[in-house]
């Protein structure tokens, strides 16, 4: 199936990737019902991409037209609050991304790989009580992704968030909210940073390229479940998404247990929902964070140590987790190379 997110309805949550994960002959059975489920606009909005490397160049004209599509219709552009002028960011809070002024405790490209792998880091938020989802401000980091143009999903599907990256440039998600089985990489993607309430105070922003793990490319491999967007904002060439709204380190090995934040937006809600737990480790490729309430369309939200660095994506195992449970792939040195990867790649 595909409805990119999170659980929902009683159902398991995220992405439930696992409708398609019956290969063609699933879509070709699914017959007169697919299409009333909006197969057409599936196959629209889908490319093969390079299957074996797991990356796709996406047509320029294909995200200008995505954009184009969100901004006439669910979104409208607005003044950012605290900006008053191109580049002057009003990030989050200290505990928040770096901002654009320059990253002071922000690894710098070749430092990020390797950053505090394994310890060090700082205590972090209180757990939440209950350990239950709530309603959060919009941050500039973190944002909804959107997929604009009848391919069967709601209005925004999953979510993502900015990390620092040389380019400036780099969005991190869930592999399962941009690559689907069988079908391929989604070419209709929109990320809107700070999403709430219809409102873009950042811009929309459109892939470039996306690149995944290969393993996801080939079978949806669950412990591979993150992906990495190389974006543009249309219509303002040279315009930098870290500039505007600020970026979070990413962290490779960290050492678990650890307190954690994960912050994501439902489907069809207007604002994000986060909870402050802790991350443990559910095997040697998964974490697992202890929070309710946490529905379909948090999918690619950012899991972040301390409230200061990335350590996952809501994602991995089952989709991303049931009505009780969220998943991340940890990030190790498989995510690493696909970081650096798609971090260098022009």
Known sequence: MVSNSRRGSGRPRRLRVRL??????????AG?????????????????????RGSYAADPADGDRAAAALLAGVVREVPAAGRSGQGEVSGPA???PTGAAGPTESPGPAEAPGA???????????????LAARPAAAEPAIGALFSPGGDGDGAHHCSGVVVHAPGGDLVATAAHCVHRPVLGFRTNLVFVPG????????????????DVDPRWAASQDPDHDIAFLRVRRPGRPGERLEDAVGAYPVRFGAGLPLPARLVGYPGGAEQPLDCSTTAVAESATQLRLDCADVPNGTSGGPVLAGGRT????????DGGGDEWTSYSIRFGDATRE?????????
């Open 20 to 29: 398609l994960a019956g290969a063609g002959g699933v879509l070709l059975a």
């Open 32 to 52: 007169g019902a697919a299409y009333a489920w909006g197969l057409p606009g599936i196959l629209a909005h889908s490319a093969a991409g390079d299957r074996a």
């Open 94 to 96: 200290a505990s928040g």
């Open 116 to 130: 505090a792998a394994g310890g060090g880091q700082s205590p972090g938020p209180a757990s939440s009580g209950p």
């Open 195 to 210: 999403y709430r309430d219809g409102q873009a105070p950042h811009g929309v922003w459109v892939p470039t390229r996306i």
């Open 310 to 317: 990335l350590i996952g994506v809501i994602g991995g195992r």
């Open 338 to 346: 696909l970081y650096e990867r798609a971090a260098r790649a022009g």
